[in-house]
C-alpha cells in the first residue's frame, strides 16, 4: 500500500519498542501504538517521556484472502487520517497536557468521522 501511494519504503521494519529503550535510541516526541489489540494492555516507559495516544486499528494481516488487500487500504486511511488531523493541531501553542488530550480524541474518532475531518 505504501509503494503504491508513491511513500518510499527502503528500510522501512517493524521494530520492537526494544530498540528505542537502549543508549544512543533517537528521541521521540510523540508515540502512538496502532495495534487494536494493545488498548488494554499496558505500555512501555518509552525513554524521553514521550506524549503517548493509542490508535487501534484492526490488524490488517489478520485478515484472509482476497479481503486482506482492503484491510491494508482501510488501515492506511485511517492512519493518514489520524496523521492529518494530527498534524493540523497548533502544537507550538499547546502545552503538554492539550496535545495529550487532542491525541486521544482523534484517536476514538470513528473511522468516517477520522476521514471526513481530515478532508
Not at 525513554?47 to 482492503?70: F, K, M, R, Y
Not at 489520524?82 to 474518532?109: N, T, V
Request: charged share 30%; with cysteine.
Amino acid at each position: 500500500v505504501l509503494k503504491s501511494m508513491k511513500l518510499p519504503i527502503d528500510g522501512l521494519r517493524s521494530k520492537s519498542w526494544d530498540e528505542f529503550a537502549r543508549p544512543g535510541a533517537p528521541a521521540m516526541d510523540f508515540v502512538f501504538t496502532v495495534c487494536d489489540q494493545a488498548a488494554g494492555e499496558v505500555c512501555p516507559i518509552w525513554p524521553g517521556n514521550p506524549v503517548t495516544a493509542h490508535w487501534g486499528i484492526p490488524d490488517p494481516a489478520a485478515a484472509e484472502g482476497e479481503a486482506q488487500a482492503a484491510a491494508f487500504h482501510d488501515a492506511y486511511r485511517r492512519l493518514d487520517a489520524r496523521i492529518k488531523l494530527f498534524l493540523s493541531l497548533p502544537l507550538d501553542k499547546l502545552d503538554r497536557l492539550a496535545i495529550k488530550r487532542e491525541a486521544d480524541r482523534i484517536g476514538r474518532l470513528r473511522p468516517d468521522a477520522t476521514t471526513e475531518a481530515a478532508s
